[in-house]
């Protein structure tokens, strides 16, 4: 499928999304965000692709934010309803998806594309990345799962004071908080986060939808993580990447997983 604001590419079982608007910083716009959900769906759909990838183009910015210029003039309905379709289509909708996502974070990543990078799996960066959620500065709070995801990332005074002061954090803090789990430099950035995908892709991708769903449970209201767990666990015993796991196990071979 051909796309106005984003690049995919396929190789070795991993999807690579970049979003291609550098003259934007890669400004999250509501095309981009339907075209991402669009690329988002179709790897997860594609039983070859066993982990995706999403980075942003050049070397400034990963997402230097949302398009402002896009919603200036809303009321307060056509925010809410932006917030909340926003969420659905994307952000919740990469946190769940059964294929692992990594965020490759090189440069900026300020507002929705902050948000964007913490609705994925986990998050590698470049050494010039710099993080942050500016929208106080203007009158407006994050929309797109920020309040949320930063706190349960970092911690509940932390997210506190990057929200309250707008301000920025570069990529050694980010890690030391624990809001990216590896920083490297930015010639190396895709090159670690594809080395992470090759150790990814040797195990079973239904276990690991599985262990996501599990993850992912206990930060839903209303939801018993560990009952989740039990569930998903018992659920494993019978699936066809079990047998060939437990018997590569006991013949002392590499599993050939079937997939999902």
């Known amino acids: 499928m051909n ?35 669009q690329a988002f769906k179709d790897a997860d759909l594609d039983e070859d692709s066993k982990v995706i990838i999403i980075t942003g183009s050049g070397e400034k910015a990963f997402v230097a934010g949302a398009d402002i210029s896009e919603f200036a003039d809303y009321s307060m309905e056509e925010g809410e309803y932006l917030a909340a379709n926003g969420q659905k289509v994307l952000f919740d909708f990469v946190e769940n998806l059964s294929t692992p996502v990594i965020a490759a974070v090189n440069g900026f990543a300020l507002g929705g594309g902050l948000e964007l990078a913490m609705a994925c799996h986990f998050r590698v960066a470049s050494d ?21 995801r930063l706190t ?25 908080n624990g809001l990216v789990n590896h920083v490297t430099s930015q010639d190396e950035l895709l090159s670690l ?37 039990i569930k998903e666990f018992g659920k494993s015993f019978g699936t066809e990447d079990f047998a060939e796991g437990t018997s590569a196990f006991l013949e002392k071979r590499k599993a050939d997983f079937p997939g999902r």
Request: overall charge neutral; some cysteine.
């Open 152 to 176: 349960q990332l970092v911690g509940k005074g932390r997210a506190m004071e990057m929200i309250m002061t707008a301000g920025m954090i570069d990529a050694n803090k980010a890690l030391s």
């Open 128 to 148: 010039n990345a710099r993080m942050g959620l500016p929208e106080v500065s203007l009158g407006v709070i994050p929309g797109y799962g920020g309040t949320q």
């Open 3 to 37: 796309f106005n604001n984003i690049l995919t590419d396929f190789q070795d079982g991993i999807t690579t999304i970049t979003i291609n608007r550098p003259k934007k910083l890669n400004a999250l716009n509501q095309e981009t965000i339907n075209e991402l959900h």
């Open 193 to 229: 986060c594809e080395k992470i995908a090759g150790k990814i892709r040797q195990n079973s991708s239904v276990a690991i939808a599985a262990a996501i769903k599990a993850v992912n449970a206990n930060y839903q209201e209303g939801v018993n993580g560990f009952e989740v767990e």
